[in-house]
């Protein structure tokens, strides 16, 4: 039963930073491209960042890059999502999934499976 767990959201003032983490279980993370995508309210889910099986790395949003930093452990079966200097525009539930190739989808959200999500909220 292939399983996505994220967690380290939580409350962070404008300019500082979290870790999110993503375990996964009932597959080998390493065949995998793991991605996270966010989901504001009112707005469409949007992806963020993705790694692939190769480590390569995709951005799908400008703003991010350079501030969030992801990586795997295959041997823990966990990605994490390092996020620096937070904007409020960065506040959403962050999602964790999973695609069934090896190389990260060209939109950022065609996933076949994802978690439950962790809330992120950027506020003085």
């Known amino acids: 039963q292939v399983r996505l767990v994220e967690s380290g959201g939580g409350l962070v003032q404008p300019g500082g930073s979290l870790r999110l983490s993503c375990t996964a279980s009932g597959f080998t993370l390493d065949n995998h491209a793991i991605g996270w995508y966010r989901r504001a309210p009112g707005k469409e889910r949007e992806g963020v960042i993705c790694?692939?099986?190769?480590?390569?790395?995709?951005y799908y949003v400008d703003s991010v890059w350079g501030r969030f930093i992801i990586s795997r452990d295959n041997a823990k079966n966990t990605v994490y999502l390092q996020i620096n200097s937070l904007r409020p525009e960065d506040a959403a539930v962050y999602y964790c999934?999973?695609?069934?190739?090896?190389?990260?989808?060209?939109?950022?959200?065609?996933?076949?499976?994802w978690g439950q999500g962790t809330q992120v909220t950027v506020s003085s």
């Open positions: 999934a999973r695609d069934f190739r090896r190389a990260c989808p060209p939109l950022g959200y065609e996933y076949d499976y």
């Open positions: 790694i692939g099986s190769s480590d390569d790395i995709t």
